[in-house]
């Protein structure tokens, strides 16, 4: 299994990001998949998730309107649009097989600050 995310930096708050994850090694057609972000205070949080076809999607409440998730399954690739960050938004923010992380890609860094 490989999961490779992109998209991160450093923007300013209101701004956006569009986080990329490229999956590779299983079928991800029939995979859940997860959006979870991880910083030094609050360790690693379940940010989104999506079903395998892309209909039904969950976010955590701090996120609820801003970040909208979705996949393509021809292109096995997961997104994560970011609108209206904040700076408790920073984080290195993963793609993730399971809800814990066990299988994650190496991370991209999302740095809200003016």
């Known amino acids: 299994v490989q999961l490779a995310e992109s998209g991160g930096g450093l923007v300013q708050p209101g701004g956006s990001l569009r986080l990329s994850c490229e999956a590779s090694?299983?079928?991800?057609?029939?995979?859940?998949m997860y959006w979870l972000r991880q910083t030094p205070r609050k360790g690693l949080e379940w940010v989104s998730r999506?079903?395998?076809?892309?209909?039904?999607?969950f976010y955590t409440d701090s996120v609820k309107g801003r970040f909208t998730v979705s996949r393509d399954n021809a292109k096995n690739t997961l997104w994560l649009q970011m609108n209206d960050l904040k700076s408790e938004d920073t984080a290195v923010y993963y793609c993730?097989?399971?809800?814990?992380?066990?299988?994650r890609g190496q991370g991209t860094q999302v740095t809200v600050s003016s």
């Open positions: 993730a097989k399971d809800l814990n992380g066990l299988t």
């Open positions: 999506i079903n395998e076809n892309g209909y039904t999607t």
């Open positions: 090694g299983f079928t991800f057609s029939t995979a859940w």
